[in-house]
């Protein structure tokens, strides 16, 4: 079982910054693929970034969130990360932090095991 807590969501101008963090307790935070999704109001859940076991392995990144967010981990904190810049309104959401019970990363929410309880992201224009 895996515990996972978001931090770090907020009220943010539009083309500021804001970086997420996870929080992982319970099992080996180190064997597990990790990804962030976000859920905007009246939207379905989308994936945002995912990054494989370790800091060097692939990672994927939503075709909307290109070039502006990041994804990294620390496994020695059990710490994820996305580093959101140039925000945009429509990043407005509440985001997901997920744990993926193997080592690579996906972009498919049905292969997530475990989720966080989300963090509000509000962006105004």
């Known amino acids: 079982q895996v515990q996972l807590v978001e931090s770090g969501g907020g009220l943010v101008q539009a083309g500021g910054s804001l970086r997420l963090s996870c929080a992982a307790s319970?099992?080996?935070?180190?064997?597990?693929?990790m990804g962030w999704f976000r859920q905007a109001p009246g939207k379905e859940r989308e994936f945002v970034a995912a990054?494989?076991?370790?800091?060097?392995?692939?990672?994927y990144y939503g075709d909307s969130v290109k070039g502006r967010f990041t994804i990294s981990r620390d496994n020695i904190k059990n710490m994820v990360y996305l580093q959101m810049n140039s925000l945009k309104p429509e990043d407005t959401a509440v985001y997901y932090c997920?744990?993926?019970?193997?080592?690579?990363?996906?972009?498919?929410?049905?292969?997530?095991?475990?989720w966080g309880q989300g963090t509000q992201v509000t962006v105004s224009s």
């Open positions: 990054i494989g076991w370790s800091a060097g392995s692939t990672y």
């Open positions: 319970g099992r080996t935070f180190s064997t597990y693929a």
């Open positions: 997920a744990a993926r019970d193997y080592s690579g990363a996906s972009g498919s929410q049905s292969e997530y095991h475990y």
